[in-house]
């Protein structure tokens, strides 16, 4: 019989954060969750990500993937690479956001280089937005080790919506 894993975690009540992005704009929101005034997505504790930088129009997340996160054949899964570059390209998006808009995610492309496992290392993804407009915007994001090494890049649509 297999030797089994466990893993605890805990997370906050994202009502909270969901009411303060109501209430600030897209930068501002951000710039407290990045330092920790509201909590974070619950999908972060979930995944073990996180939020490390914050620019207008960009957005870095680091990951440190461990075998929770595999799939059947011994690898992370692969929507963990797609998690983190919607996160990175949404949020590099949110930072462009004035108060009273929301976003989106309306389209998703992400392209697979090599696979990740928990010996990777600490995975960073930038995500930079492309182009800003009034009711679309899209960004792009890099999935890479401490090295610089890629292992998947994407790009995304998102709607933009007034409150």
């Given amino acids: 019989m297999p030797e089994e894993s466990s893993r605890t975690y805990t997370w906050k009540d994202p009502r909270t954060g969901a009411k303060a992005a109501m209430e600030l704009s897209g930068m501002d929101y951000l710039t407290k969750m990045l330092n920790g005034e509201i909590p974070g997505a619950p999908i972060a504790d979930t995944m073990n990500f996180w939020l490390e930088e914050l620019k207008e129009g960009f957005a870095i997340f680091k990951c440190n ?3 929770y996160l595999y799939n059947p054949i011994g690898t992370v899964h692969g929507g963990v690479a797609a998690t983190l570059l919607d996160s990175a390209m949404g949020c590099a ?7 009273g808009t929301i976003y989106t995610t309306a389209e998703l492309h992400v392209n697979y280089v090599r696979p990740i496992t928990a010996n990777t290392g600490t995975l960073t993804c930038t995500g930079t937005v492309i182009h800003r407009g009034r009711k679309l915007a899209t960004a792009e ?4 080790d401490e090295d610089g090494k890629l292992y998947a890049h994407g790009t995304t649509t998102c709607m933009i919506m007034e409150l």
Wanted: hydrophobic content about 45%.
């Fill in 65 to 67: 993937p461990a075998e």
């Fill in 93 to 99: 998006i949110h930072t462009t956001l004035e108060l």
């Fill in 141 to 144: 994001a890099k999935l890479t």
